[in-house]
């Protein structure tokens, strides 16, 4: 039996999918879990967690790198809106803290006791965005 784990978790069909495709192209076992209830009733995404980007525990890590190459490349298109040069590199932060009042905080504040933020920098001019530059 192929033991799944969790890799991703996304509020649209649409994302979940094109990271789908982009593993299954490159041979990994995963499959989408709950994206039927969520496409059905987008109301009910915070109830059951969004739809979840399952992979084979045994090719975790090697999804992990396809999808983070596959950003990399993308950002590295994207035009920067203050300095207008290509490039931007992504900044992840978790916040899991280790005692118990600051995992209270969180799960009182946010619903979950670790958090994780990420944002954008651009490679020229440091400018940071909570969002990826949409260019047209």
Avoid at 5 to 15: E, G, I, P, R, V
Avoid at 65 to 76: G, V
Wanted: with cysteine.
């Amino acid at each position: 039996m192929i033991a799944f784990k969790q890799l991703a978790t996304y509020d649209n069909y649409f994302s979940a999918n094109t990271t789908l495709g982009l593993l299954e192209e490159n041979s990994i076992n995963c499959h989408l879990k709950d994206e039927n209830i969520v496409t059905v009733d987008p109301f009910l995404n915070n109830a059951v967690g969004g739809i979840k980007l399952m992979v084979a525990e045994v090719q975790f890590v090697r999804a992990q790198e396809i999808i983070k190459e596959a950003e990399t490349d993308y950002l590295n298109e994207v035009q920067c809106p203050a300095c207008k040069k290509m490039g931007l590199t992504a900044e992840e932060k978790i916040n899991n803290p280790a005692g118990f009042w600051g995992k209270l905080k969180n799960q009182v504040a946010y619903g979950q006791t670790a958090t994780y933020k990420k944002s954008y920098r651009c490679k020229n001019c440091g400018s940071v965005f909570t969002e990826i530059p949409v260019t047209y």
